[in-house]
């Protein structure tokens, strides 16, 4: 039972992370980010490609990636063990590195958005994403591929048993911190600007501000924000594998729980990010008594496709504004004015 | 195969599907995610009735044609036309599709698993090659899509340039308000728009097991090329659409086999990399594809130079 709550937990504060993020850009600025899943794999690439041949060059281990990382792995886990500094300090810099990363990926893939419209972007964005996908799965080069490579564990020094607790409570602090930080950014300046690109992007034009550079940053800062998902992720599995970042587990998910939380909303978007955590653990620690209760011949996880696809679309058909509605405006100048009026 | 027999038979399959993407964006506005998967639709029909009854997959053809363009038409009337009637964006269109091609995935999962309880015969992974059968030195596939693309490419002229109904297609491509003015019922040619792209898809789908590998996630993985080569042709024609199909087909096999030789076996894994290039390419320097520069003001502007 505890296993279950923290399970249900971690992958809460996971999507979190991620699905504030594609708030920030689909939610607030109408970015139309079919390639979420890159920046994740980017959190991913930080750990196991950047952080990791890092380290490699520092030990000055030989060898290829893969059997490389493991030495590094044996080395860092002892010396983290010993003193937990190193762990805080490790777990600091894969998420340092893992934002960089994530930030310039995201200003970068954005850049098609200077001459397309709308739908030609989504299927931009998405064939990037989907490509790179395919190219970290295949090239072993990069971060192990279908192999993997093994991380360090930066939880070492503490014991096997409460490690999962511990990487919960990271992970939650983590997705709190961003909650905190969306909130502040969306009611912001900025945040209202973004809205108001979404909504009319000539208007924006026309009182000087600069679209190309307001999609970038929104889409560098969430980027960010996203490769922190695909960072702890891999630090909780000691093992980066690029094909657990798919195009359906990191893109199409997200999107599902934002649209059924409430697009523009960051409160309704925990909402459905608890909704749909809640009911995708379930389904996946009972897959087999569904399997043997309803006399499946195949795997419980068609089933989930099936499910959450025919959500999905009921979502889009019946509550396109979510569980919870993005609320207006009420900042300080506009609250006076509407009392004024009343 | 040969390489170049392969990228003939590649590309032939991507100006199908290419085509059908195409009609339906012009006709209903729906970028189709989910075209990747109505060909595997296809692939699954075709292994039914060779598991089930022992029919050989080329015979399958009609059938996969016709089922899938049903297929086609049930998309559009349950799923799509109740959410364009409702007014979603075009973005929300899309998210619906991706739905789909998420249902279709698990479907496929799920019906393999069924089908290989009742026949005791993997369905998750099947390929057609040790069915196929050579003419002189080439492969029997190279030919039968070749005659396929030949059959379909007659038939769209006949239908689209000798009816009335096509006269009716192509003037509500053209401007549906006008048409509809003119007493076209706009309505009917987006139904056999997505016919025909269900169909073309479907038969794309039961011909693609001889080339390559399927798996219930292998629409996932050409939907890339598939957007890449309407997009090159323009999203706007039929024509463009067989000239992208060609140009990434060719690009994506021959062009990466012509570069492996060169730097190396590792540039294979690289194939799609190459058609994400042609594309980003061609939507920053014509972002309306092929066939919607001016190649006649271009020549025009060069003799009048002279």
Request: glycine share 10%.
């Amino acid at each position: 039972m505890e296993e279950i709550i923290l399970t249900i937990a971690l992958w809460f504060g996971l999507y979190t992370i991620v699905t504030l993020s594609l708030n920030l850009e689909y939610g607030f600025a109408g970015i139309p980010n079919f390639g979420r899943a890159l920046a994740v794999l980017m959190g991913a690439v930080a750990v196991g490609g950047v952080v990791n041949r890092l380290l490699i060059l520092l030990f000055g281990i030989e060898g290829d990636l893969i059997t490389a990382s493991a030495q590094v792995r044996s080395i860092m886990n002892e010396m983290i063990s010993s003193n937990p500094a190193y762990g805080i300090g490790m777990l600091l810099l894969y998420l340092l590195v893992a934002a960089c990363l994530g930030g310039i990926t995201g200003a970068l893939f954005i850049l098609p958005s200077a001459k397309l419209s709308e739908d030609y972007l989504a299927i931009t964005l998405l064939a990037i994403s989907e490509v790179m996908f395919m190219v970290c799965n295949y090239d072993t080069g990069i971060i192990g591929g279908y192999y993997g490579v093994s991380t360090p564990d930066v939880l070492s020094f503490i014991p096997g048993e409460r490690r999962m607790l511990a990487f919960t409570l990271i992970t939650l602090f983590v997705a709190i911190a961003v909650y905190i930080l969306m909130e502040r950014i969306t009611n912001s300046p900025f945040g209202r600007l973004l809205r108001a690109m979404r909504e009319n992007e000539s208007v924006v034009k026309a009182t000087g501000k600069n679209i190309m550079i307001l999609r970038i940053k929104a889409t560098s800062i969430g980027s960010a924000i996203a490769a922190l998902a695909g960072a702890l992720y891999s630090l909780y599995s000691v093992n980066v594998i690029a094909t657990s970042f798919s195009r359906v587990e990191w893109t199409f998910y997200p999107f599902l729980m934002v649209l059924l939380g409430g697009a523009g909303n960051n409160k309704g978007v925990v909402i459905g990010t608890f909704t749909f955590v809640l009911v995708k653990v379930l389904l996946t620690i009972y897959k087999h008594e569904i399997r043997v209760l309803m006399n499946l011949p195949f795997e419980a996880v068609w089933l989930e496709y099936i499910l959450f696809g025919l959500l999905m679309y009921f979502v889009l058909l019946y509550r396109p504004e979510g569980l919870i509605k993005e609320r207006p405006i009420f900042s300080k100048v506009i609250l006076e004015k509407v009392k004024k009026r009343a | 195969m040969n390489v170049i027999e392969g990228a003939i038979v590649y590309s032939n399959l991507l100006v199908l599907l290419s085509i059908g993407l195409t009609i339906t964006y012009i006709t209903t506005g729906v970028p189709n995610f989910a075209q990747g998967s109505f060909a595997v639709l296809g692939s699954y029909v075709a292994l039914t009735l060779l598991r089930f009854w022992a029919i050989h997959p080329y015979y399958s053809i009609p059938v996969a044609f016709v089922f899938g363009g049903f297929f086609g038409v049930l998309v559009y009337l349950l799923m799509l036309r109740p959410l364009i009637e409702r007014g979603a964006s075009v973005v929300i269109l899309m998210i619906s599709t991706l739905a789909l091609d998420l249902i279709l995935l698990g479907g496929f999962g799920a019906y393999s698993g069924f089908l290989a309880e009742s026949t005791h015969k993997l369905a998750t992974k099947f390929i057609f090659t040790q069915y196929d059968f050579d003419i002189w030195q080439f492969s029997g596939i190279l030919f039968v899509s070749l005659a396929v693309i030949f059959v379909v490419f007659s038939g769209l002229f006949l239908l689209l340039y000798k009816t009335k109904f096509g006269v009716a297609l192509r003037a509500s491509m053209e401007n549906p308000s006008l048409a509809e003015v003119m007493g076209v019922n706009v309505e009917y040619t987006r139904i056999f728009s997505w016919f025909l792209s269900g169909s073309l898809a479907s038969v794309a789908g039961t011909l693609l097991p001889f080339r390559q590998e399927i798996v219930p996630l292998t629409g996932a993985l050409i939907i890339v090329s598939i957007f890449a080569s309407s997009i090159v042709g323009g999203l706007s024609s039929i024509i463009g659409a067989v000239i992208g199909g060609y140009i990434i087909g060719f690009s994506e096999s021959y062009l990466t086999y012509q570069l492996s030789l060169v730097l190396g076996a590792y540039v294979l894994v690289y194939s799609k990399v190459i058609s994400l290039i042609v594309l980003v390419i061609m939507l920053l320097a014509a972002p309306r594809g092929i066939t919607g520069l001016k190649w006649g003001r271009a020549i025009w502007k060069k003799s009048s130079l002279q």
